[in-house]
């Protein structure tokens, strides 16, 4: 048996965090005080939740249980559930999120006035809580009520920027939310009135004998079909990305380092989790849900390459590229095995610490550019940014699979995962064809920025960057360096949170 | 078929006005409208579950007394409370989303004076270009 105070982690990193997002609106407004409580709010929460790791992979330990909320036992009460998987999960979730913030202190300072700061802190907080608690939860309506929460708190994160464009950005990202978590609240009810349960345990039990006795396929169908595509549109799956783009690109460069992170993955934690824990994979298959993805995934993986070589603004260009990885993942999740599950876990990871440090790294440049974000600006800027450049650098390496980095161990488990299946031969072109194609809009911007520029130093007169912003970019390459190379006993350990999850 | 759809009249109600909300919602190009669509929408849901919970014959989850200073406490006697707290639960989050969908709305309509989304997408490039020209005649001016 667990230990009682890694049995009460799951609970306490949402509660830490909630309380964070109340106490921090009563700080002073126009100091810089929010902030730093938010990132050792999230610290805090990273550090618990890699105790929990520890103690749950700690040998002779039980590797997943259920933390009921309040005093009602498993059918009718609410659960959290705690397994190796999301304890990595929420690890990484909080050490990207604090790496963000951090990274970009100084550009957010410039970006959102003084008195708006606060409400950005208390939106970072309540985003971290809901994915958190999207991670963390097993209950089914609750994951609803995060993925609200998540929405408001994404969108206005966008919004906090001054301008026209994120109002407009904002509300093209809010009316396509909007219409995926209708649809998800549609298809939980229905699940509801299918299986008389939320808890995703007692569904998956109510679902196997409906499946068994053949009783309302369609509904079920209906119902599955419905709730992934609502959590598809919010995660940005390819053809309902079109709001992804602005919405990323306009942003300020945390809002967008933590969006295309980590929001996303949110969501496609919470399919996977419906997937594997409420329907099962023999009834995925069944229901041909698996099929659908894969495709999709397909051409996620192509076209957000294509789109992103369309970019000649650098945030947009990085923006359309995370479309193209989130078809890994799904490409992943459609494969309906364990190994591919977890590969698209480990995929998640690696995107998870990999786009941050790039959308940090294109802050710094354009900022070394004089706040220019077209890609011929930022001719020579390496020279100016050294950390950003390589941070630019091994974030493009990373995302072409280059041998070392961390998207190379996550390529390698998806491919090795494909092999299983009957659609290896799609599986393995379109991550080569998705290869080449990151590596024709990556490459360019990689030479663009090291090519010296005869009156390249006289223009930028931008300020040097802070310690803050070296050190996180230190974090972020060393991590994408020990995915890279010491990715085989994090797949064994992400493995072995699937088979629990 | 038909009968089936007699029998479900509420569920029925339901489908059709979800859909005509996720239309609206998706279709309009004017944002309060595109607002009032998501309403409808939920609205719908609400109506679902609603239906769903009703049970010819029951109570509401509150305890009866039976007459003897006791309560009655056969679960046969009442509804199950869960839709209707799944009711609350999603009236709350839809207006708060319908709260913070309105005040984006109002803040594009200070900077465009539209409600339309295409027409502020439209102005948004009008401005860029002008802009644009602006700079690069300034940049003319100074190597000139």
Known sequence: MINMFAYNIPFAS??????????????????????????????????????LLYALTYPGQSLSFNFPMGHFPAPWGNELRAGPLEAVLSLVFCVAMLLSLTGNFSSTAEDIAPGRRQIFCVLVNLLTASLLALTYTNDLFTAYVFIEINTIAACAIVAVKEGAETARAALRYLVMSLVGSGLVMIAICLLYDLTGHLLMQ?????????????????????????????????????????????????????????????VLKGHIFTIIKIFYRVFGLDVIHMLR????IFILGLVAMIMGSVHALRQNNVKRMIAWSSVAQVGYIF?????????????????????ACVKPMLFTAAGGLSNAAGHKKGLHALMGTFYVNTWAGLGLIAGACSMM???????????????????????????????????VLNALYYVPAVIVIMTHHKDA?????????????????????TLNFYLGLFCVPLLRLITRGVNVL | MLEKL?????????????????????????????????????????????AKGYVEGRAAPILIENGSGGWLTSSALYVNPVPAGLVLTGIVVSVSVTAFALALTLKLYESYGTLNIDEALL??????????????????????
């Open chain 1, 14 to 51: 949402i509660f830490i965090m909630m309380v964070a997002a109340i106490v921090t609106p009563l700080l002073p407004k126009r100091s810089r005080i929010p902030e730093k409580l938010s990132c050792y709010a999230i610290a805090l929460v990273a550090v618990l939740s890699a105790y």
């Open chain 1, 202 to 262: 007692n569904m998956h039990g109510a679902i196997l004998v409906l499946v068994t006795t053949k009783s309302y396929m369609i509904p079920l169908t209906v119902s599955l079909a419905l709730i992934t595509a609502g959590l598809a549109i919010k995660s940005a799956l390819y053809p309902f990305a079109s709001w992804l783009p602005d919405a990323h690109g306009t942003s300020t460069n945390a809002s967008s380092a933590i969006l295309s992170g980590l």
């Open chain 1, 289 to 292: 849900m698996d099929t659908a």
């Open chain 1, 331 to 351: 490409l992943g999740v459609g494969l309906n095995t364990t190994a591919g599950i977890a590969a698209a876990c480990l995929h998640i990871i690696v995107h």
């Open chain 1, 401 to 435: 699979g280059i041998p070392g980095f961390a998207g190379f161990a996550s390529k390698l488990s998806l491919t090795l995962a494909s092999f299983d299946s009957s659609v290896v031969v799609w599986a393995l072109a379109a991550l080569a064809t998705s290869s």
């Open chain 1, 457 to 477: 130093h006289k223009n930028f007169t931008a300020p040097k960057p802070t310690k803050l912003y070296k050190f996180s970019m230190f974090i972020f390459l």
């Open chain 2, 6 to 50: 007699l029998l479900n009249h509420y569920e029925a109600a339901a489908v059709i006005l979800s859909g005509i909300g996720l239309t609206n919602l998706l279709l309009q190009r004017n944002l309060i409208k595109k607002i009032i669509g998501l309403n409808i929408m939920d609205t719908a849901v609400y109506l679902f579950l609603a």
């Open chain 2, 123 to 144: 102005k948004m490039t009008e401005e860029q270009e002008q802009l644009e020209a602006v700079i690069e005649e300034a940049d003319e001016e100074v190597l000139s």
